[in-house]
């Protein structure tokens, strides 16, 4: 199975700040990874989707990169309805596998 | 609009049964596949199984191939999964979610609210 982990596990940012989250992949899955949104009590919500394309209906300050087994979810200017759970997940081969998840505060 | 609405969750001793079941509207059913995820307390996403559009494939995360089942009624726009001899670890929120592709491979576009279940004597 394909290992994701994610970086850091928790952080606290301020409002307006840039915020970068790590997951690297166990083996290369070239650009088949996700990243969602998860708040308390609510089903994971879809941000990117294979690396670096925005969800409709997403805020353009979500951005992703990466291929390979190194990618990156970077929020330009934090707002307070971002703080969330993040998850990133790949679909390379089954079975789908997510990361561990980043709180971000 | 894309909604999916979990039922049938509850409380069950350990070795019991139990049928999901996740009825879709706002999209055409039949031409995606679909899957279900499962959430521990305080844990990641896990993904559990996924069937095609057609039904004609299914696919399952190890632990609960052969005791977990797929399956579609695309006439009634509905996901079940069965679940048998379950045990304490499979206590969770079950949500299901809309894949982006007709296929296996794809990405969890949309997802319902999830319903929970609790495994415990």
């Known amino acids: 199975d394909i290992q994701l982990t994610q970086s850091p596990s928790s952080l606290s940012a301020s409002v307006g700040d840039r915020v970068s989250i790590s997951c690297q992949a166990s083996?290369?899955?070239?650009?088949?990874l996700n990243w969602f949104q998860q708040k308390p009590g609510k089903a994971p919500k879809l941000l990117i989707y294979?690396?670096?394309n925005l969800e409709t209906g997403v805020s353009s300050r979500f951005r992703g990169s990466g291929s390979g087994t190194d990618f990156t979810l970077t929020i330009t200017s934090l707002q307070p309805e971002d703080i969330a759970t993040y998850y990133c997940?790949?679909?390379?081969?089954?079975?789908?596998?997510f990361g561990q998840g980043t709180k971000v505060e | 609009q894309v909604k999916l609405v979990e039922s049938g969750g509850g409380v069950v001793l350990p070795g019991s049964s139990l049928r999901l079941s996740c009825e879709v509207s706002?999209?055409?059913?039949?031409?995606?596949?679909t899957h279900w995820v499962r959430q521990a307390p305080g844990q990641a996403p896990e993904w559990l199984a996924v069937?095609?559009?057609?039904?004609?494939?299914?696919e399952y995360l190890d632990s609960v191939e052969g005791r977990f089942t797929i399956s579609r009624d695309n006439s009634r726009n509905t996901l079940f999964l069965q679940m048998n001899y379950l045990r304490p670890e499979d206590t969770a929120v079950y949500y299901c979610?809309?894949?982006?592709?007709?296929?296996?491979?794809?990405?969890?576009?949309?997802w319902g609210q999830g319903t929970r279940v609790t495994v415990s004597s």
């Open positions: 706002g999209f055409r059913f039949g031409n995606f596949a």
């Open positions: 979610a809309k894949s982006n592709s007709f296929g296996v491979r794809g990405f969890f576009d949309y």
């Open positions: 294979d690396s670096s």
């Open positions: 069937i095609s559009s057609n039904g004609y494939r299914q």
């Open positions: 997940q790949q679909y390379e081969s089954l079975p789908y596998t």
């Open positions: 083996q290369d899955i070239m650009i088949y």
